[in-house]
């Protein structure tokens, strides 16, 4: 099953007051921590703030810049804005879905069963004709128990095994995944064996994901076919669940290695690839 909505899908069920809707998430991100301004300056109706440095990640250091997050942080973060067990909830960013990705992936280690993506995010919601509001948003305490391990996470040594037994998939641009260059970690270059899939290569210019099919063939040429298990990571372990999630719709599950680069290079000892 898919976990994309498409704005008008979204619209349609919010519109239907025959049954609860979805509980919409902001999860609007950026590097330079300014999430909170982005959903000051404009949000869905009735979405509250989730952040992703507070609440879908642990604190940075020696388990890489966007670690897991502790269960208890995160079920605090995820009661404050009013998710429950059985809650249906929908995340969004402001395009790309590289933050709503990481929900959608925490989430469901957390042990939520329903949550799907905003394709597109709030940029395709304004294009659909989708509201947007700028007021603070005060939703009712929620009852989410996180349950964590619901889905695969891969360590450092999971990650190199995988490039004997599977596919370790790089999410970065090639430049950094070629060691080129390396603007935010000390060291450049790739874990050995894995191999190249950009996160550009997965998303439309208006930064929602590709057809299953051009999803499959993308996948397909580094060798990911679904005949061997399959791991992502990028730099920080935000765009490697955008990779998981573009997996997702072509039917496979993606194991994530969740401090990726940034905590691969913690150790000296950790080999390192250059080059294609």
């Given at each position: 099953m898919s976990a994309l909505v498409?704005?008008?899908?979204?619209?349609?069920?919010?519109?239907?007051h025959t049954r609860p809707g979805p509980l919409v998430l902001d999860v609007q991100f950026t590097l330079t921590g300014e999430g909170p301004d982005l959903y000051a300056?404009?949000?869905?109706?009735?979405?509250?703030?989730?952040?992703?440095?507070?609440?879908?990640a642990g604190e940075p250091g020696d388990g890489g810049r966007h670690p897991l997050p502790d269960p208890g942080v995160l079920q605090a973060g995820l009661r404050a804005a009013g998710v429950d067990d059985d809650a249906r909830v929908v995340?969004?960013?402001?395009?790309?879905?590289?933050a709503a990705a990481r929900a959608?992936?925490?989430?469901?280690?957390?042990?939520?069963?329903d949550v799907r993506v905003l394709d597109g995010g709030l940029a395709a919601w304004r294009a659909a004709g989708g509201d947007v509001v700028t007021g603070a948003v005060c939703p009712t305490e929620g009852s989410v128990t996180?349950?964590?391990?619901?889905?695969?996470?891969?360590?450092?040594?999971?990650?190199?095994?995988?490039?004997?037994?599977g596919v370790l998939v790089d999410a970065r641009t090639p430049?950094?995944?070629?060691?080129?260059?390396?603007?935010?970690?000390?060291?450049?270059?790739?874990?050995?064996?894995?191999?190249?899939?950009?996160?550009?290569?997965?998303?439309?210019?208006?930064?929602?994901?590709?057809?299953?099919?051009?999803?499959?063939?993308?996948?397909?040429?580094?060798?990911?076919?679904?005949?061997?298990?399959?791991?992502?990571?990028?730099?920080?372990?935000?765009?490697?669940?955008?990779t998981a999630l573009a997996l997702h719709e072509i039917g496979l599950e993606a194991a994530?290695?969740?401090?990726?680069?940034?905590?691969?290079?913690?150790?000296?000892?950790r080999p390192v690839a250059t080059g294609a």
């Amino acid at each position: 099953m898919s976990a994309l909505v498409a704005p008008s899908s979204l619209l349609d069920e919010l519109a239907d007051h025959t049954r609860p809707g979805p509980l919409v998430l902001d999860v609007q991100f950026t590097l330079t921590g300014e999430g909170p301004d982005l959903y000051a300056a404009g949000h869905l109706p009735g979405a509250p703030f989730v952040d992703l440095d507070a609440v879908l990640a642990g604190e940075p250091g020696d388990g890489g810049r966007h670690p897991l997050p502790d269960p208890g942080v995160l079920q605090a973060g995820l009661r404050a804005a009013g998710v429950d067990d059985d809650a249906r909830v929908v995340v969004y960013d402001q395009a790309p879905s590289l933050a709503a990705a990481r929900a959608w992936w925490v989430l469901r280690w957390a042990g939520l069963a329903d949550v799907r993506v905003l394709d597109g995010g709030l940029a395709a919601w304004r294009a659909a004709g989708g509201d947007v509001v700028t007021g603070a948003v005060c939703p009712t305490e929620g009852s989410v128990t996180v349950r964590p391990g619901s889905v695969p996470v891969l360590g450092a040594d999971d990650a190199a095994r995988l490039t004997g037994t599977g596919v370790l998939v790089d999410a970065r641009t090639p430049e950094r995944y070629r060691g080129e260059t390396e603007p935010i970690d000390p060291v450049a270059g790739h874990v050995p064996g894995a191999v190249n899939v950009p996160m550009g290569d997965l998303t439309t210019d208006e930064g929602r994901l590709r057809s299953p099919d051009e999803l499959r063939a993308r996948f397909a040429a580094e060798g990911v076919d679904g005949s061997a298990p399959v791991g992502s990571y990028c730099g920080s372990g935000v765009t490697a669940a955008h990779t998981a999630l573009a997996l997702h719709e072509i039917g496979l599950e993606a194991a994530v290695y969740v401090g990726s680069w940034s905590h691969w290079v913690t150790d000296p000892g950790r080999p390192v690839a250059t080059g294609a």
